[in-house]
């Protein structure tokens, strides 16, 4: 079986002349934001899309943004080649892969401020210009594409719910859609980050998630919340990991939890050089 490489576009108005070529056709436009890298969690991404019947154009740029100075954005990993193989099996329509100069171009001047759940004392403390950065490469990635929908991935809830929240406030017509965590065979969520993990580090990363899924199934058993959270967090640092946060909250804002509002569980730690994030429904 034969498999149609995507398209490659690399500038604001050849990408733009793509989606005219799609809505010319009447077709839906769906774009999946990525830094490569790509793993079987980008590619379920792209399947949400294609069942939706859109055309599919996956991004690819490693945002220097939103690396902190003593971030790996330098030692991040970047697997172009490879991406086009998956993203062909898969039958992406387009890669647009632009390079800092077309995103950032001399004279670039402008950020978007964030509150709401961008700072909800999670990822953000940690990560205090994460969330500007890519808040402020989406809404260009989103203005550029005009797409109508884009498919981020469960995993990294946060910047979900501020996407979420920033395409709303700035009135931006694109819908934007959370898909569900895919994760290894042993629960360990999967990330472009694990490839970093030592073997011994490997065998200890599944925790995070199993700390998470006693600590839910004891919230709904009637545990206090805080109890659990307690437990599991004793959990994580007894196995090994250095603990930035293990928390509750509002689904919807990562507010506090309140009643009748769906609960999100999220976690960030560390163990050896790389820092893991996961999160579960409650």
Same mark, same amino acid.
């Given at each position: 079986m034969t498999t149609t490489m995507p398209a490659i576009v690399r500038t604001v108005a050849d990408l733009r002349a793509l989606v005219a070529q799609f809505r010319a056709r009447g077709e839906k436009v769906a774009l999946v934001p990525t830094m490569g890298a790509l793993h079987a969690g980008h590619v379920s991404l792209v399947e949400v899309a294609k069942a939706?019947?859109?055309?599919?154009?996956? +991004?690819?740029?490693?945002?220097?943004?939103?690396?902190?100075?003593?971030?790996?954005? +330098?030692?991040?990993?970047r697997t172009f080649e490879a991406d086009l193989e998956k993203l062909a099996a898969i039958g992406a329509e387009a890669v647009y892969a632009p390079t800092v100069d077309v995103m950032y171009p001399k004279g670039f001047a402008t950020s978007i401020s964030l509150e709401g759940p961008a700072l909800a004392r999670l990822d953000d403390v940690a990560r205090p210009h994460h969330f500007g950065g890519v808040a402020t490469i989406v809404a260009k990635l989103f203005t550029q594409c005009g797409p109508d929908m884009a498919i981020f991935g469960e995993k990294d809830f946060q910047q979900l719910a501020v996407v979420r929240r920033m395409a709303t406030d700035l009135d931006l017509a694109v819908d934007v859609r959370g898909a569900p965590t895919i994760r290894e065979a042993d629960g360990l969520a999967m990330s472009s980050r694990n490839v970093y993990l030592s073997p011994d580090d490997r065998a200890k990363a599944p925790l995070l998630h199993r700390a998470m899924q006693e600590a839910a199934a004891a919230i709904r058993s009637g545990t206090a919340i805080e109890t659990a959270m307690t437990r599991s967090r004793e959990t994580i640092t007894a196995g090994g990991f250095a603990l930035d946060y293990l928390e509750c909250r509002a689904a919807d804002d990562l507010g506090a939890p309140r009643a009748g509002a769906p609960l999100r569980m999220l976690v960030a730690a560390r163990i050896g050089t790389v820092r893991l994030i996961d999160n579960i429904g409650v």
């Open positions: 939706e019947g859109a055309r599919v154009i996956v +991004s690819i740029f490693v945002n220097p943004t939103q690396f902190a100075p003593s971030e790996d954005f +330098s030692k991040y990993p």
